[in-house]
């Protein structure tokens, strides 16, 4: 449906750099803030055909996930169907993809397992603190941290988190009774545990997981929808893929007002005792196969669930867990990416560092799992800014350019570097600084500089600076450094002089002798006007 999602990029045309020019109140924030305002006055008959159909689809979805994702919690079945149908009509108004779907995730009940002791009141006041907190994460636009955890983090959860409930359904799916959480508990008593296995349970929960790989392997072979197709090839293409929930769907959304969906969503489920919910990965995929073209769709899904709760709850008793957990387990493993071990090996290894660390400690306590992987990753990122690879020239002048940006962190190792290449050796060499790939500089970077250049004065031989873009020319200018000199390019530095011998001769100056002047015509007008100033 190419023009529902041109009334849906509408909305998130806008990105936060725009926020602040305009006004709160204008047309272009009320809508960047209530979505729903780019796509409904263009909502047409074909579109609620296919949001029927896809909306059915999740929801046919949404009712037995919520059912088995409440037991991951430790809850009672029917909170999960009370946490299933809050975002559906939220995110109508407030969603920025015509894909996403809030409620019930394998991921977020492991979470909530772990802090609420099986008590619904826990889980409640959990739902209601955490929505406050991504209200107020969304308000202040604070959705950018997110940027901070690295692909490698959020994969090692994943994988960690898939094997963890997955293993934890197995108990479940055989019918053992008083297993521990704790996972390598869960291990061991589980294994020691395995002859006490209830052969009727193994079968039905078997009898599932089979029915619903089927039901994957019917979906892989159908086609696409497309709005032509009748409406009973639509409904069964939409009930095979809720059966399996198989895929993850990548959507670039608005990270800020996915907050305010997801808090609100938090903060009134707990008015009807929900537990926190986010967005699913399967049945955000079930909802874009299945040809959604709104989050209208979200209304049928959220209509689906309010009368199996007004119908059906007296039935969940009934259930077997065995057949809950066929499911769980159906729906998490393709959240474990195989591939991903091997795609870091062959482009980057450092990177494998984050994934294990996150993978690895997710087994002993999932909180502790992501802050770890996440804190190897920032301690990686502020090495690569602490030690920037530099490119060097040998010549009659030495030539040094950082080969990325030049930060406080990173001072200390490029004076490390310059001292012992130019001033440490006999005899000192003149240096150039090409500063191409610099495009800021704070104050710290400002006086190692006046320092290099003063230790470069007291040996007798020059330091200049090369290709410095406005805003790096505009603080140096500001610093007043003494002995400071400036040349657009290589080249220009050099057309002072005719051989390189000159040209070292013309860089080399007396300690205390002026900067040398610098060509007007060889330099843009911005430049001239600040060097003017």
């Not at 946490?83 to 995110?91: H, Q």
């Not at 492991?110 to 889980?123: D, I, K, Q, R």
């Not at 990177?351 to 999932?366: A, G, M, N, S």
């Amino acid at each position: 449906m190419p023009s529902s999602v041109t009334a849906l990029g509408q909305a998130r045309s806008s990105g936060p750099g725009m926020a602040s020019s305009a006004c709160c109140c204008s047309p272009t924030a009320v809508q960047r803030r209530l979505p729903i305002l780019a796509w409904l006055p263009s909502y047409s008959l074909q579109w609620l055909k296919m949001d029927f159909i896809a909306g059915l689809s999740v929801g046919l979805t949404a009712i037995p996930q919520a059912l088995a994702y409440a037991e991951v919690a430790g809850l009672p079945p029917q909170y999960g169907l009370y946490s299933a149908f809050v975002g559906c009509f939220v995110y109508f108004f407030l969603g920025t993809s015509r894909d996403v779907t809030l409620g019930p995730t394998a991921i977020m009940s492991l979470l909530v397992s772990f802090y609420t002791f099986h008590e619904p009141a826990y889980a409640v006041l959990l739902a209601f603190l955490s929505g406050c907190i991504q209200l107020a994460m969304g308000v202040l636009h604070l959705g950018f941290l997110l940027d901070f955890i690295s692909c490698p983090v959020i994969k090692g959860f994943t994988s960690a988190a898939t094997v963890t409930i997955g293993f934890g359904q197995i108990k479940n799916l055989l019918g053992l009774q008083n297993i521990p959480r704790q996972f390598f508990l869960q291990v061991y008593h589980t294994f020691l545990r395995i002859a006490e296995t209830r052969v009727g349970d193994a079968v039905l929960g078997l009898v599932c997981m089979l029915l619903l790989l089927v039901l994957k392997l019917m979906r892989d072979h159908m086609p696409p929808v497309h709005p032509e197709m009748p409406l009973g090839v639509r409904l069964s293409h939409g009930l095979v893929w809720s059966a399996t929930t198989a895929s993850q769907n990548n959507y670039r959304i608005d990270a800020n007002q996915e907050l305010l969906a997801i808090g609100l969503t938090n903060v009134l489920g707990s008015f009807v005792s929900a537990y926190p919910v986010t967005g699913s990965f399967g049945r955000t995929a079930v909802n874009s196969q299945s040809g959604v073209c709104t989050p209208a769709g979200g209304l049928v899904t959220g209509v689906l669930v309010l009368l199996s709760l007004d119908y059906l709850t007296s039935l969940f008793y009934y259930i077997p867990k065995s057949a809950l957990a066929a499911v769980i387990i159906m729906a998490v493993a393709p959240l474990f990416d195989t591939k991903i071990f091997r795609t870091l090996w062959r482009v980057k290894r450092l990177d494998l560092l984050p994934l294990c660390v996150t993978f690895l400690l997710c087994f002993w306590e999932v909180q502790y799992g992501i802050l770890a992987g996440a804190l190897v990753s920032l301690l990686m990122l502020l090495h690569s800014a602490a030690r920037p690879e530099t490119k060097v020239s040998e010549g009659p002048v030495l030539v040094l350019q950082p080969a990325s940006g030049l930060s406080f962190p990173a001072m200390e190792a490029l004076r490390e570097e310059i001292l012992s290449r130019a001033l440490e050796v006999s005899p000192p060499r003149c240096l150039v600084l090409e500063c191409t790939h610099v495009c800021s500089i704070d104050y710290t970077v400002v006086l190692g500089l006046g320092e290099l250049l003063q230790d470069f004065q007291k040996q007798g031989v020059a330091l200049a600076f090369v290709g410095l873009q406005v805003p790096v020319l505009r603080v140096l200018l500001s610093a007043d450094l003494k002995g400071f000199q400036y040349f657009s390019t290589l080249e220009e530095a050099g057309g002072h002089s005719q051989t390189s011998c000159d040209f070292e001769k013309h860089l080399r100056q007396e300690p205390g002798a002026q900067p040398c002047n610098i060509r007007e015509d060889a330099i843009p007008d911005h430049k001239v006007a600040l060097l003017e100033a």
